[in-house]
């Protein structure tokens, strides 16, 4: 079962802030930040893993809540460039370790002058 | 390093047809993903492995196979394609060890099955 992210679409204006959720069922072991421009790759943007560690994006700042296996992204004074979707990868990580993703349905996120 | 390098770029298939897609990386990562992307939506994992021989099926694999003989080349194969399979296809790699590692895309491959 994918992660459910929110909102499906935000629209800012530069400058501005934004906070993108991500919330799964199940015990996760990390959880992954990417952002996709169209007709792009996606791009890493960060991890979080259980216990605390993060790596990632020196600009971007993100949280993940274990108890309620959340996750937030949050953007602050935006740029133009931050346009794109963002979309967040979890992972279970069982006996069968290996970084496998599920991704959510993606954020669409429109920076305007 | 070139990274995570995909061919071809676009594609279009006829009903039935059968190929290809290439995926190579030179960043001696262990681990390679195939992914597809219907539009508007996120990546669904099709098969990934985590070494030479050694492939998995992941969440949508029916009508795909792929083989890995060298730790660089991942290709995915379709066979008898069909609209369905109508999709952006990403491979990724990514080097696991203690922790985790984020995953590294290829800029796909645009596919139309008509």
């Known amino acids: 079962q994918q992660p459910v992210q929110s909102p499906q679409a935000v629209i800012l204006r530069e400058g501005e802030d934004a906070v993108i959720n991500c919330s799964s069922s199940?015990?996760?072991?990390?959880v992954h930040w990417y952002r996709q421009k169209h007709g792009e790759a996606p791009v890493f943007l960060m991890i979080l893993l259980k216990g605390g560690e993060q790596k990632g994006h020196e600009k971007i700042s993100a949280s993940f809540n274990e108890k309620k296996q959340q996750s937030s992204l949050y953007l602050t004074a935006s740029q133009l460039s931050y346009s794109g979707t963002y979309f967040c990868?979890?992972?279970?990580?069982?006996?069968?370790?290996?970084?496998?993703?599920?991704f959510g349905g993606g954020t669409r996120l429109m920076v305007k002058p | 390093n070139a990274g995570v390098t995909q061919t071809p770029k676009f594609r279009i298939l006829k009903i039935g047809q059968s190929m290809t897609l290439q995926c190579t990386q030179d960043?001696?990562?262990?681990?390679m993903y195939w992914y597809r992307q219907d539009p508007g939506m996120g990546l669904k994992l099709i098969y990934y492995?985590?070494?030479?021989?050694?492939?998995d099926k992941g969440e949508v694999p029916n009508g795909y196979n792929v083989s890995r003989s060298t730790t660089e080349d991942f290709p995915l194969r379709l066979e008898l394609a069909a609209p369905s399979q109508t999709s952006v296809y990403f491979c990724?790699?990514?080097?696991?060890?203690?922790?985790?590692?984020?995953?590294?895309f290829g800029p796909g491959t645009r596919l139309t099955v008509t």
């Open positions: 990868g979890t992972e279970e990580r069982g006996d069968n370790a290996g970084n496998m993703l599920t």
């Open positions: 990724a790699s990514s080097y696991i060890g203690t922790g985790a590692y984020e995953q590294y």
């Open positions: 960043m001696n990562h262990n681990y």
């Open positions: 492995s985590v070494g030479a021989g050694i492939t």
């Open positions: 199940k015990a996760l072991y990390s």
